[in-house]
C-alpha cells in the first residue's frame, strides 16, 4: 500500500488522456487501487488499448516489461532509455521489500531458474552481487571458472554457449584486463560470440569495454544522494596508480550518466583519450537527453561545483592496442609523470558543498584518492556496492522473465 497516493494519481493522468483500458496486478500490494482501476476499466471498454502492468505498487508500460524478457544486457546503449529507468525502479523497489518486509518475504521470481556465470576474470563484489541477488530472487547462480573448463584444449566458443543455454536460464560472463592482455576488444568479442549462439540473456558481468550492471547501480545511488540527476555534474577523474586498469568501468559510467541528462566532465592527462566509438555515443547521448559532455586535462578545474566524482586510473589507447605483454613497462613509465593526479582531501573544497564520492571499487588507496576522501562523508562506496547488488537483481528479474 506504500505506493497508493502515486499510482491513483498515474493512473487517473493515463485514464484522463484516454491511454487506459486494462491494469494487470502481480505480487505482494495485489489490492492496491484495484477497486479504483476496476470502475475506469468497465467505463473505459471502448478505449483504444495501452496496456498497464502495476507489479509490487509499480506502474509500467506493458511493453517496456515484456520487451526485457530473454533480452541480451552487453551494453546500456542497446535498452531505452524507459527500460533502464524501468530497471532502476525495480531495484529500487526490491531494496525497499529488503528492508521493510525482510529478504524472506521477497517473492520467489526466479524459483528453479539458474543463472550460469562464466568468469575468466577475477571479482571481489561482482560474483558475491549476483549470487545473493539470485538467491533472493529464489533461484541459483551457478559459479564456472573459465580456466576449469575444456575451452583450453580447444572447445569452441559455441558448443560452449548451448550448453550454458541447456543448463541455466541465462548466462553472464566476465572477461577484462589480465584474462586479454588488456587488449581491447577481445574481451566484448567473446560475450558478443556467446550471445549469438545462446538463446537465453546474456548478461555482461564486466568486459573491456563495459559494466553495464555496475553502471545502473551508480547512477542509482547518485539519484539516492542527489536527487534528479538531470543537470548534475559528474566528474570522471583519471587518477594515477601503479597498476594497469581498463576502461570498463568509466566507458559505462560515462554512457549512463549521459543517457540521464548528467553534466559529464573527463579529466585526464595527454595521452589518455577515450576510444573515439565511445566518445561519440556520450556526445549523442548529452544531445538526447540535454546533457553535456565535455574533456578536460586538468582535474582541479573540472572539480569546480562537481555534485559527484569518480577517481580511478585507465590506461593509454597505445596499451589497448598493443596489450600490456608488448607495451606494459612503458606504460607504467609514462604513469609516473602524472603522480600528482591523487584526488585529496583539499580538492574536495572545489566541489558542490554536497557532492558525493564515488567509486566502482576497488579503489587504490593512496594513489588514485587518498584514505581520508575515501572515508569521508562524502564517500558512497558502500552504499553503491549495496545498490549494485539490487541493480543486478533487477536486471536478471526482468530479462530472465520473473514478472510476466
Given at each position: 500500500?506504500?505506493?497508493?497516493?502515486s499510482?491513483?494519481t498515474?493512473?487517473?493522468?493515463?485514464?484522463?488522456?484516454?491511454?487506459?483500458?486494462?491494469?494487470?496486478?502481480?505480487?505482494?500490494?495485489?489490492?492496491?487501487?484495484?477497486?479504483?482501476?476496476?470502475?475506469?476499466?468497465?467505463?473505459?471498454?471502448?478505449?483504444?488499448?495501452t496496456?498497464?502492468?502495476v507489479?509490487e505498487?509499480?506502474?509500467f508500460?506493458?511493453?517496456?516489461?515484456t520487451?526485457?524478457?530473454?533480452?541480451d544486457?552487453?551494453?546500456?546503449?542497446e535498452?531505452?532509455?524507459?527500460?533502464?529507468r524501468?530497471?532502476?525502479k525495480?531495484?529500487?523497489?526490491?531494496?525497499?521489500?529488503?528492508?521493510?518486509?525482510?529478504?524472506?518475504r521477497?517473492?520467489?521470481?526466479?524459483?528453479?531458474?539458474?543463472?550460469?556465470?562464466?568468469?575468466?576474470?577475477?571479482?571481489?563484489?561482482?560474483?558475491?552481487?549476483?549470487?545473493?541477488?539470485m538467491?533472493?530472487?529464489?533461484?541459483?547462480?551457478?559459479?564456472?571458472?573459465?580456466?576449469?573448463?575444456?575451452?583450453?584444449?580447444?572447445?569452441a566458443?559455441?558448443?560452449?554457449?548451448?550448453?550454458y543455454?541447456i543448463?541455466?536460464?541465462?548466462v553472464g560472463?566476465?572477461?577484462?584486463?589480465?584474462?586479454?592482455?588488456?587488449?581491447?576488444g577481445e574481451?566484448?568479442?567473446?560475450?558478443?560470440?556467446?550471445?549469438?549462439?545462446?538463446?537465453?540473456?546474456?548478461i555482461?558481468m564486466?568486459?573491456?569495454?563495459?559494466h553495464?550492471?555496475?553502471?545502473l547501480?551508480?547512477i542509482?545511488?547518485?539519484?539516492?544522494?542527489?536527487?534528479?540527476?538531470r543537470?548534475?555534474?559528474?566528474?570522471?577523474?583519471?587518477?594515477?596508480?601503479?597498476?594497469?586498469?581498463?576502461?570498463?568501468s568509466?566507458?559505462?559510467?560515462m554512457?549512463?550518466a549521459?543517457?540521464?541528462?548528467?553534466?559529464?566532465?573527463?579529466?585526464?592527462?595527454p595521452g589518455?583519450?577515450?576510444?573515439?566509438?565511445?566518445v561519440?555515443?556520450?556526445?549523442?547521448?548529452?544531445?538526447?537527453?540535454g546533457?553535456?559532455?565535455?574533456?578536460?586535462?586538468d582535474y582541479?578545474?573540472?572539480l569546480?561545483?562537481?555534485?559527484?566524482?569518480?577517481?580511478r586510473?585507465?590506461?593509454?589507447?597505445?596499451?589497448?592496442?598493443?596489450?600490456?605483454s608488448?607495451?606494459?613497462?612503458e606504460?607504467?613509465?609514462?604513469?609516473?609523470?602524472?603522480?600528482d593526479?591523487?584526488?585529496?582531501?583539499?580538492?574536495?573544497?572545489?566541489?558542490?558543498?554536497?557532492?558525493?564520492?564515488?567509486?566502482?571499487?576497488?579503489?587504490?588507496r593512496?594513489?588514485?584518492?587518498?584514505?581520508?576522501v575515501m572515508?569521508?562523508p562524502?564517500?558512497?562506496?558502500?552504499?553503491?556496492?549495496?545498490?549494485?547488488?539490487?541493480?543486478?537483481?533487477?536486471?536478471?528479474?526482468?530479462?530472465?522473465?520473473?514478472?510476466?
Amino acid at each position: 500500500m506504500l505506493f497508493s497516493f502515486s499510482l491513483s494519481t498515474l493512473i487517473f493522468s493515463l485514464v484522463s488522456k484516454n491511454k487506459v483500458l486494462k491494469v494487470y496486478f502481480k505480487g505482494l500490494f495485489i489490492t492496491t487501487g484495484m477497486l479504483y482501476v476496476n470502475s475506469l476499466i468497465n467505463t473505459l471498454n471502448a478505449k483504444k488499448v495501452t496496456y498497464i502492468l502495476v507489479i509490487e505498487g509499480m506502474v509500467f508500460l506493458r511493453s517496456v516489461i515484456t520487451n526485457l524478457v530473454g533480452r541480451d544486457l552487453i551494453t546500456t546503449q542497446e535498452w531505452s532509455i524507459e527500460e533502464l529507468r524501468a530497471t532502476l525502479k525495480v531495484a529500487k523497489e526490491l531494496k525497499r521489500m529488503y528492508y521493510y518486509l525482510g529478504p524472506s518475504r521477497i517473492p520467489d521470481y526466479l524459483k528453479k531458474k539458474v543463472f550460469v556465470m562464466l568468469f575468466y576474470a577475477p571479482s571481489t563484489r561482482t560474483r558475491s552481487a549476483f549470487e545473493t541477488a539470485m538467491e533472493l530472487l529464489g533461484g541459483h547462480a551457478q559459479y564456472v571458472e573459465a580456466r576449469m573448463t575444456r575451452m583450453g584444449e580447444g572447445e569452441a566458443l559455441k558448443d560452449v554457449a548451448k550448453m550454458y543455454e541447456i543448463f541455466g536460464d541465462a548466462v553472464g560472463i566476465r572477461i577484462l584486463d589480465k584474462a586479454i592482455d588488456y587488449k581491447y576488444g577481445e574481451g566484448h568479442k567473446v560475450i558478443r560470440e556467446v550471445a549469438k549462439y545462446a538463446n537465453v540473456p546474456v548478461i555482461n558481468m564486466a568486459d573491456d569495454q563495459e559494466h553495464p550492471t555496475q553502471a545502473l547501480g551508480d547512477i542509482m545511488t547518485m539519484e539516492e544522494k542527489l536527487g534528479n540527476v538531470r543537470g548534475k555534474k559528474f566528474v570522471i577523474m583519471w587518477g594515477y596508480a601503479p597498476v594497469i586498469r581498463g576502461y570498463c568501468s568509466i566507458h559505462a559510467d560515462m554512457l549512463i550518466a549521459t543517457r540521464f541528462g548528467m553534466d559529464v566532465v573527463i579529466a585526464h592527462p595527454p595521452g589518455f583519450e577515450l576510444p573515439e566509438k565511445y566518445v561519440e555515443w556520450a556526445k549523442q547521448n548529452a544531445k538526447e537527453s540535454g546533457g553535456s559532455i565535455e574533456f578536460v586535462n586538468d582535474y582541479r578545474q573540472a572539480l569546480e561545483g562537481a555534485h559527484a566524482v569518480f577517481p580511478r586510473s585507465w590506461c593509454s589507447r597505445k596499451l589497448a592496442e598493443l596489450g600490456a605483454s608488448k607495451f606494459g613497462e612503458e606504460e607504467l613509465r609514462m604513469y609516473q609523470k602524472y603522480r600528482d593526479w591523487r584526488l585529496k582531501m583539499e580538492d574536495l573544497d572545489l566541489m558542490d558543498k554536497r557532492g558525493i564520492i564515488t567509486h566502482v571499487l576497488p579503489v587504490l588507496r593512496g594513489y588514485e584518492a587518498d584514505d581520508e576522501v575515501m572515508d569521508s562523508p562524502r564517500s558512497v562506496i558502500y552504499e553503491q556496492a549495496e545498490n549494485n547488488m539490487f541493480a543486478k537483481a533487477a536486471v536478471l528479474l526482468l530479462t530472465m522473465g520473473g514478472l510476466v
